[in-house]
C-alpha cells in the first residue's frame, strides 16, 4: 500500500523541485518536506486501517542513506546525485520502487535528508538495491535522461544485524569501470516510532451500590465508526462479573488500543451494562457514550438509580516492537531437530522422505526455508543440530535426542549448510527406528533456555525447528514440557513433512485452546507453537518462511514484555558462558559418584557421546573402547557431492 501510495504521488510530481534549503538541498523524485512525509505515512496507515487490517506498525523502519567519493560526471561542477530505493518482490522475483531520495546539488559525498520508509518483515527475505545517479534533467520523471552512477544490493536483515544498523556498500558499474571506482554507499535503519498500535489498554471493572447476590451482569464495549461516529461496532465483551463484600467485580481487561479506539484517544466508545439471561436474551441496563480521553481521566461511569462503574487502574500499556527489541541486542538462535524414525522409509529408497535427493528431499528444503530466515538473527551462526527416533549402533535403544555430530557436548553446526552437512552424513550412519517422541527435543531446548538465564542472559531467545513426518506418540508429555517451556525465552516451530496424520500437531498449535497439562495443574503462560504443513507450500520455500515464522516476533515480545525486560536494557550474561561445556561437567560429576575413573570419563566426554543419557553412555565406560562412537563423524564431507 505504501508503495501504491508513492506511486500515485510520483505520478503527480515525480521530478519537481522545492525552494533550496539553505544547504542548497533540492528535492527531486517527489520527495516533499518532513511535514508532507509525515502526513504521507499516516496517509499510508490510515489506508491500511480503512481495509481493517491491523498492521503491527512497530515493524516500521526508516533508511537513512549518504554516499561519499562518489564520481564527478558534470565537469564544470560536480554531479547532483540521487537514489532510487528497490525491494526484491519475492513472488514475480523482481524489484519494485519503494522509494527516491531527493536531489542534492553539487555534492560528491551527499547525506540525503529524505529517509525511506519500509514494512519489516521477519518471515522474508528482504533484498534491497540502490540505484544512484546524476540528475541533468530535473523536471524529467525517466530515469533514462538522467546519468547512472552506480547500484549496490543488501538485505534488511544485513542492515538490522550490523553494528549500530549501519554499513558500507560499494557501488558498481558494471556497463562502465571508472578510475578511482564509483564511491561507496553507506545505509542505516532505524526503528519508526509506535503509532501505538501495539499498545494494550488495561483496567478492572467494579461497580457498587446495586447489584444483587442473584443475577449476572457484563459488559460490551464499542467502537464508533471511522465515517460514522452513530454506528458502533463492537469489540469486546466481559465475562459475568462476582459479587463480594457488596461489590460486583469483573476480571482484569486487556485490549489493543487500536481495536478499541484506532489509536485516536478523542475516540467516542460505547458501553453497554447487560444482565445475563439463560435464554440468549440478555437485558440491556444502560449505555454510554463517552470520549476515551475522558474515560481515562474520570475511570468511572455513573449510572442513575443504578449505582457507579469503576474502571480502576485504567491506563495504556506501551508495548515495545520487535524491532525495537533486535535494534537492542537481542539474540535469537537456532535449534533444528530431524525425525530419523522408521516411517520415513529406507534413505536409499526414491519413496523414502530422506531420499538423496537435494531437490526433492523435504527435510533439506524445510530446513533451508526456515533456517536461512533465522540463521540470520545469531551472533555467531552456530546451530545445535539434534535428531530423535534414531539408533546408533551398537546400542540397541533408540535415542530421542541425539547429535547429528556424534558429540551432545558440542553439537552445533557452522550455519544451515553446517547443519545440512552433519544430516547428510547421518543419514548413512544412524538406523532409522521409533517411535515419534518430542518430550526430550523440548527439554533440551528448555535446559538451553534455563542454563542462560541462570546466568543473567536477559537478551537471550531461542528457536527450536522440529521436522517430523508424522503423529507422536508421547503427546502427554510433550504437553507438559510445552507448559514449562511456555515461560522461557523458546519458541516452537513444528514442520509436518509427507502425507500423515497431523492432526496432534495442531492440537499442539493452540490458538483456539490453550494446552493444559494435568500433571502440572495449569496452562501454557503464552502460545509458543506453531505448527505448518510442508506440502501446503510444497511449492514456494519464501512462503512457507513466511507462515512459518509470522509469530515469532509477537512470541518474543510477549516473553520480554513479561519478563519486564525493556529494549533500553543493556543485554547482560557471563561473556565466557559455555552452556555445553557446563552440561558435560554435570555429567562428569555424576559419572564419578557411580564409581568410573575421571580419566575414562573425561576421554571419553572429550571425545563425545551422541547422547546425554546415562544408560547409553555407560556401556562405552564398561571396556567397549572399540565402540567409541563419533570418529565417522568428525570428517566434514561435501555437501554437493553426496
Known sequence: LILEQNKARKGRKIMGCCAPTSADVQTVGGIESAEQQNRDGEQAFGLLKQMNFQPDLSNMMEIHISCKNLPDLDGISKSDPMIVVYLMDNLSKTFKEIGRTEMVKDSLNPEFVKAISLLYMFEEKQRLKFEVYDIDEEHNPDLKAQEFIGDAETYVHEIIRAEKQNIVLKLQNRSQKRKGGNGTLQVWGESLPDKGSANLINFELEGAGFFSTQNKFFFKMFRTKDDDDQELVPVYQTACGRYSNGRQKWKKAKLSSFNLIRDDYSRVIGIQLLEWKGSGNHKVLAEHRIPFQVLLEEKEWKIPSIGTIHFTNLHIEERPSFLDYVFSGTQISLITAIDFTGS?????????????????????????????????????????????????????????CFALNGNIYQPDAMGVEGSLQLYQNALSKVRLSGPTNFAEIIRFASDMCHGYMSQGFNKQYFILLIITDGQIMDFKQTEEEIVRASGLPLSIIIVGVGKADFSDMDKLDSDEKPLYSSRLGRKVERDIVQFVEFNSYANNPDLLAKETLAEIPKQMVDFFVKQHVKPSDMPVGQPNYNYFEEKKEEKRQELLTQGYQDSAIQELLN???????????????????NILFPQWLFKQCDFVNI
Not at 358 to 386: E, F, H, W
Not at 610 to 621: F, G, V
Open 344 to 400: 520415513n522409509g529406507d534413505p536409499r529408497s526414491p519413496n523414502s522422505l530422506h531420499y538423496y535427493d537435494l531437490n526433492n528431499n523435504q527435510y533439506i528444503r524445510a530446513l533451508q526455508a526456515v533456517g536461512s530466515i533465522l540463521v540470520n538473527y545469531d551472533s555467531d551462526k552456530m546451530i545445535p543440530t539434534i535428531g530423535y527416533g534414531g539408533l546408533f549402533p551398537p546400542l540397541q535403544k533408540a535415542s530421542h
Open 607 to 625: 571425545r563425545g557421546v551422541p547422547d546425554s543419557r546415562t544408560e547409553n553412555i555407560i556401556p562405552y565406560l564398561q571396556g567397549a573402547q
